[in-house]
C-alpha cells in the first residue's frame, strides 16, 4: 500500500527535529551550579626543581576541588588529582626549569536522600601559570674587571632560567647584599675600597605574580678583588752598595695579588731621569705584618747617587690579567754619605764626607752616645763642615763625640731623606 507523500514529509520533519534537539543537548556546555562558591587567590607559594606549591581560596568546608595541568595553557590538562580537599597542593614529579599551567574546578554533593547525592561543579578557574626551579648552577662564574669599588662578573646561561639572583659580602664578613637581574653580567657598585668579596649566583624563574622566584643552586666564587687604591707606607729598608741592591717595604692591600716596583735616577735633571729596573712581585699573604717586602737587584747600581723607587699594587681576575691600581708617590734614596776624614781642630771637629750627586744638600746630626740622643748640628750644601757644638753646648775637651751625615733633595720645594733603613753607620772621635 502506497504511502501518501504528506506522511512521508511528515515523517521527514520530525527525525530533523529530534536530530537538531539531540545536537543541541551534547554540544552546548551545561552551566556550572552557581552554588558552588568560586576558586580565588590562586598563587604559587614555592618551588624546587621537581616540584611546585600553590594556593588558593575558596569559602565553605564542603567544597572539594578538582586539579588538572597542562604544558600549554589553552589545552592538553590532565587530572593531577580528582578530589583535593584542603586549598592548597604540592605539585610532584615535575620537570626542572619548566612552566605548566594549573587549574582548579570546585565541586560539592548535594544531598537527596540515603546514600544517594549528585555531584555538582563549579566555575572552572583560570590557568595559573607555575614555574619549577633550573636544575642547574651557571657553569661558570667570571670576575671581569674592577675598579676602586666596583667589581664586575659575568656567568653563563643557564636553560630555562629567566632571573638571576646575585647575592656578595665583603670576605671575612657576614653582611650579605643582593641584587636580581635577567642577564648574565653585573656590575656591582659602591664596593669598600682594597677589598675582597665573596659573589654567588643561582638561576631561577618568576612566579606569575612576578615578586616570588624558584630558584636554583649557587655558583660562588671567593675573593674576587676591587682594584688597589694608592700605596701607602713605602720605606727603603735597605741600600746595599756592595750587593748591588735596595730592599724595600710597603703596608700591605688586602685587595692585591702582588706588586710592581720601578726604580729611577733622581740625580740627573729632571728631564733626563731614567728607569733602571722594574719587577713584579707575587704576594697575596703579608702576613701578621701587614707588610710587604721586595728586592731589586741592580747590576747598574751606581755609588753616591740618589735614585728614587714607586710602587703600585694588581689584582687578578679570572683570566690572570693584571688590574694595576695607580703609583705611589715616589720614595727617594741614596747611600749614605761615608765620612772620608776627620781631625781635632781649634774651633771643633773637622769632617768631610763623600759628595751624593743628586743632593741639594746635608744634614749632620752629633751625640754624646753612640746609638742614642742625636742631635742636628747643621745643614749645608758642602760636603764638609767643622763640628763646634753639641746641642746648645760647646764641645768638650776629652769628651767623645759621635756624628753622620745625611743626604737630603729638593722635591716639590720639600726636602727629601735618602737614608736607608740599613744606615747605621757611625763615626766618633774624642775631642
Known amino acids: ?132 626551579a633550573p636544575d642547574s648552577t651557571p657553569a661558570s662564574l667570571t670576575h671581569v ?15 630555562g632560567a629567566d632571573v638571576y639572583q646575585v647575592v656578595y659580602s665583603q670576605s671575612g664578613t657576614a653582611n650579605e647584599f643582593t641584587k636580581e637581574t635577567t642577564g648574565t653580567s653585573v656590575t656591582l657598585k659602591k664596593l669598600s675600597k682594597d677589598a675582597r668579596y665573596t659573589i654567588k649566583v643561582r638561576a631561577g624563574k618568576k612566579y606569575t605574580d612576578g615578586t616570588g622566584r624558584a630558584w636554583g643552586n649557587y655558583h660562588t666564587k671567593y675573593d674576587v678583588p676591587v682594584k688597589s687604591t694608592k700605596v701607602e707606607g713605602i720605606k727603603v729598608s735597605g741600600y746595599y752598595q756592595n750587593l748591588s741592591k735596595i730592599s724595600i717595604t710597603n703596608k700591605a692591600k688586602a685587595c692585591a695579588d702582588g706588586y710592581q716596583y720601578q726604580l729611577y735616577t733622581a740625580y740627573k735633571g729632571q728631564d733626563k731621569e731614567t728607569k733602571v729596573k722594574s719587577i713584579t712581585v707575587n704576594q697575596n699573604n703579608p702576613g701578621s705584618s701587614n707588610q710587604v717586602s721586595a728586592s731589586m737587584k741592580i747590576s747598574a747600581l751606581k755609588n753616591h747617587n740618589f735614585y728614587k723607587v714607586r710602587v703600585r699594587a694588581y689584582s687578578l681576575n679570572s683570566k690572570n690579567e693584571k688590574i694595576y691600581g695607580v703609583w705611589s708617590s715616589w720614595k727617594y734614596v741614596s747611600p749614605q754619605p761615608d765620612v772620608t776624614s776627620k781631625k781635632h781642630t781649634q774651633k771643633g771637629i773637622k769632617i768631610n764626607w763623600d759628595k751624593i750627586n743628586g743632593a741639594d744638600r746635608y744634614v749632620v746630626y752629633v751625640s754624646t752616645k753612640k746609638d742614642s740622643g742625636y742631635k742636628k748640628f747643621q745643614t749645608t750644601g758642602k760636603n764638609s ?12 775637651s776629652g769628651k767623645t763625640y759621635y756624628f753622620y751625615v745625611v743626604a737630603q733633595k729638593k722635591v716639590d720645594n720639600k726636602y727629601q731623606s735618602g737614608t736607608a733603613g740599613n744606615a747605621t753607620k757611625r763615626w766618633s772621635m774624642t775631642y
Open 385 to 396: 763642615t767643622t763640628i763646634t757644638k753639641y746641642g746648645k753646648n760647646k764641645l768638650k
Open 145 to 159: 674587571k674592577s675598579s676602586t669599588d666596583t667589581i664586575k662578573v659575568k656567568w653563563s646561561a643557564v636553560p
Open 1 to 132: 500500500m502506497k504511502r501518501s507523500s504528506k506522511s512521508v514529509w511528515s515523517r521527514f520533519v520530525m527525525t530533523f527535529a529530534a536530530a537538531f534537539l539531540l545536537m543541541l543537548v551534547t554540544t552546548v556546555p551545561v552551566k556550572a551550579d552557581s552554588s558552588v562558591p568560586l576558586v580565588a587567590d590562586m598563587k604559587q607559594t614555592d618551588a624546587s626543581t621537581t616540584s611546585a606549591g600553590i594556593s588558593w581560596s575558596c569559602p565553605g568546608s564542603e567544597v572539594r576541588f578538582k586539579v588538572e595541568m597542562s604544558e600549554q595553557m589553552s589545552s592538553g590538562y590532565w587530572t593531577y588529582k580528582e578530589s583535593q580537599s584542603s586549598a592548597s597542593i604540592t605539585l610532584t614529579k615535575l620537570g626542572a626549569g619548566k612552566v605548566y599551567y594549573v587549574r582548579i574546578t570546585p565541586f560539592k554533593y548535594n544531598i537527596e536522600g540515603l546514600n544517594k547525592y549528585t555531584k555538582v561543579k563549579g566555575t572552572t578557574s583560570r590557568p595559573l601559570r607555575v614555574v619549577t
